[in-house]
Structure formats: structure tokens, C-alpha cells
């Protein structure tokens, strides 16, 4: 069943560092056998986005290609039940990457895969899947999507017998140096071996909180931008790890501190131009109503940006958006359209955090931003507010996001445009998770100490 993915010609394997700049089978079974590579991860997400993988050894790497490798999704959350377990994973040959930090004698590779069903139909559970389908239909409105991430993640140590601790590595401050800041070999570290696997960054620095750092990608589309996140989180865990410390993508583990979120950058390019340019945007209407669609659309898809309890602890405070409003310059804003200059023009979402599932979350995005140019929705006036200072009279009337995770499942589960952009099947496994997490969380006696139990390790 897997035949048809691979149709076409590409140009020759580059091997650069750890990336594997080409696209055919035969390409990557040739670099496997001529490199000493003698393990390949085939990777996929849960609905949540969490990275699974399953080893294979060289030799089963053609039959994986061509028909597929099969698991039991019944042990994977959100996937199927015992009764119809059988999943395949088809892995995407354009994905591939070396792992530096594994041995460079008896290399390990790795290829995210899409999944399918026993009968060759894609699988519902897929955010791949979903992913490409929204990308299309923006290629069949005439529009590319380019996406970059800039994310937060806090450093800590570990206690004599091994164990991840709240002691933050340093106390530094918002870009930081060099002694007060403590992560700059790390973030190297990271920046590099990103590198090595063909993932761009294109700055770091310390966060605005003590421990805190900050490592943006550059813009790439939006399915290689969301493997590429799903990728960086792991190599942030495994470079600070080996260097000592434990990294934490939890949106809010200190309450007194700066929680950390992941700002999402959209560019949207139509016939050579990109609606978010000055030029472009100023004169035109389409990058206006792609952020009315955003919007208007925010509250309903919140629980997939913002997607566990902890989440809803960063809104409001320490520059972190509450209000669904817009601005040029203003750095509180859900919504901000930065002038460019010498870099493409976008759109930046404040709001999400790194526990959400990045294919789910660019998908909704695009089709809200689709929707909202199909419609030509007008984009209300810009706010320019200070919402640490402004007034209860200035605030009056001004729309706000879900406050907790119980609001943004309502709204979701009521939402026409979500129960369009999932799939059902999908949507009633991820709302049927997060109801329970809710009530988990709405039942414990001490509501701080089941979140950093529940999230500080596993984010």
C-alpha cells in the first residue's frame, strides 16, 4: 500500500552533517548500508503530540517502505482500541536524519512516518495527515505557508540520586550574559546539533526568567516546521541532559516566574507575495481578514494550542496575552504583526505553549486564517493598550481567552469549524481525554502539586 508515496523523480542524496537532503527509498536504504548505520527510529505523535518511535534494524527497512511496519495502537493513547489495534506506519523518506548524539560506529537514524490503516486509508489519529490536507487546501486558495517557532523552556538540576529538581540553573534575566547566564554553552550545544540535522535556528538567548531560555527556528513549511518542533524538543531534553541538567517545557512551573509559552510566526505567500509585508498589508485585504479569522476562531481551538491545565496559568501575567486583540508593536497581544525589516513579513500567535500537538495547532491556525480571507472578515482596530495598567473602564467589552481548560473544551466541543477541520473520531478521543484531565485536576486537594507532578517530567 505504500507504493504510491514515492512516485516521482528528486534530486541526488547530499549528506550534510546529520541531514539527509534527499526524498527516494532507494536513496535512504543506500546511505544506510554505506554509513554504518545499523539502527533506524521510525517516529509518529499520539493525538497529543507526544513522540513515539519503534527501532528497526537495516534489513527490514525496504520491507517498511514498501508495505508498511505494523504496531499495536491500542497502547497508544487516543489511537485504537483492542478490538481493531492494527496500525502501519509509512516512513517519509524526506524526513531523514542522523541522531549526533548517538555513536558515529553503528549510527542511528531517524524517519518520521505517516500511518495507515490495514485497508491502505490514512488514519484519523494522524496529525500528519491532518496537516497536509489543511496545507493543501491553502495551495489550492493560491497560498504557501511558512512557519517559524520561537519557545521557552526552563533548566534545572538534579538531585544527588539522579532526580530533576525545582533549582533553576541560574538567575539571570532577559538576554543575559555570560558568567549570570548559565545556559549559553547549552543553548550552543543545542543550536549545533540541531544543525547537524538539517534544523536551522536562527537565534537563542536567556529567557525573561531566572533558568529560562529561548531558541527560535527559522521559517520552513508548515509540515517540516512542525516535524522540526517535534524534533527540537527532543534534542533540547537529550543536550541538556547530557550536560546535567533537566529542561522543562511546562507552560507555567513557577507561579512567581515568567511561564513559557510558543509563539507561532506565520507567513502566507500568494503569487509571490507575502500578505504579511508592509507594503502588502497595509494596502491589501487578505492578511488582515487571515488574522480576523484567527480571531474569531481563537476561543474554539484554544484547548489544542493550550491543551492541559497548567496552561491556562501563564495568561495575563509577565507579557503573556488574556485579551483576544491585536497589534503592530505592543508584546502583550494575542496577536502581533511585527514590521519586517530584511526578514519575511508574518503573523505571530502569543498564545500557545509547547504541550500542544504542533500539527494539530498549525492546521486549525491556517484554517482559520483561510477562513477568515474566504469570508473577508474585517480586522477590528489594533490595541495598543498596557493591560498591567489599563483600567477596568479601558478593559470593558474586550474579549478574552478561555480561562481554564473546562471554558476551552466547551467551546471547542461547540464549535462547527472544529467538528470541519478534525476528524471526529479524533476530536471525541482528544475531548474525552482532556474531560478527564480536568476532573483530575478539578478533584485534587492541592491543585499545584498535581500539575508540576503530572506535567514538570513529561512536558
Known sequence: MGHRLFAGTVSSLIYNGGALMGYTMAEVIRFVQDNDVKFIRLAFCDIFGGQKNISIMPDTLKRAFENGLGFDASFVQGFNNVAESDLFLMPDPSTLSVLPWRPSHGRVVRLFCDIYRPDGSRFEGDGRAILKEAVRQAE????????????????????????????????????????????????????????????????????????????????????????????????????????????????????????????????????????????????????????????????????????????????????????????????????????????????????????????????????AGLDGIGGKLPLPAPCDLDFSSATKEALAGIATLPKNLKEALTAAESSAFVRKAVPARLLDKYIEAKREMWKSYAEAQDRAAFEHQRYFLDM
Open 140 to 367: 489550492d486558495a493560491g497560498y504557501a505557508c511558512k512557519i517559524g517557532t520561537e519557545c521557552e523552556f526552563y533548566l534545572t538540576e538534579y538531585d544527588e540520586a539522579g532526580y530533576p529538581t525545582d533549582i533553576l540553573q541560574d538567575k539571570a534575566g532577559y538576554c543575559a550574559i555570560a558568567p549570570l547566564d548559565k545556559g549559553e554553552n547549552v543553548r550552543r550545544e543545542i543550536c549545533l546539533t540541531l544543525e547537524e540535522m538539517g534544523i536551522a535556528p536562527e537565534r537563542s538567548h536567556h529567557g525573561p526568567g531566572p533558568g529560562q531560555n529561548e531558541i527560535d527556528l527559522t521559517y520552513t513549511d508548515a509540515l517540516t516546521a512542525a516535524d522540526q518542533f517535534i524534533t527540537f524538543k527532543s534534542v533540547v531534553k537529550t543536550i541538556a541532559a547530557r550536560d546535567g541538567l533537566f529542561a522543562s517545557f511546562m507552560p507555567k512551573p513557577f507561579a512567581d516566574q515568567s511561564g513559557s509559552g510558543l509563539h507561532i510566526n506565520l507567513s502566507m505567500i500568494k503569487d509571490g507575495v507575502n500578505i504579511f509585508d508592509n507594503n502588502a498589508f497595509e494596502s491589501a485585504g487578505a492578511g488582515k481578514s487571515f488574522i480576523a479569522g484567527i480571531l474569531d476562531k481563537i476561543a474554539q481551538i484554544t484547548v489544542f494550542l493550550n491543551p492541559i491545565t497548567n496552561s491556562y496559568a501563564r495568561f495575563g501575567a509577565f507579557e503573556a496575552p488574556k485579551y483576544i486583540t491585536w497589534s503592530r508593536q505592543n508584546h502583550s497581544q494575542l496577536v502581533r504583526v511585527p514590521y519586517a525589516r530584511g526578514v519575511p513579513g508574518c503573523v505571530e500567535l502569543r498564545s500557545a505553549d509547547a504541550s500542544c500537538n504542533p500539527y494539530l495547532a498549525f492546521a486549525l491556525l491556517i484554517y
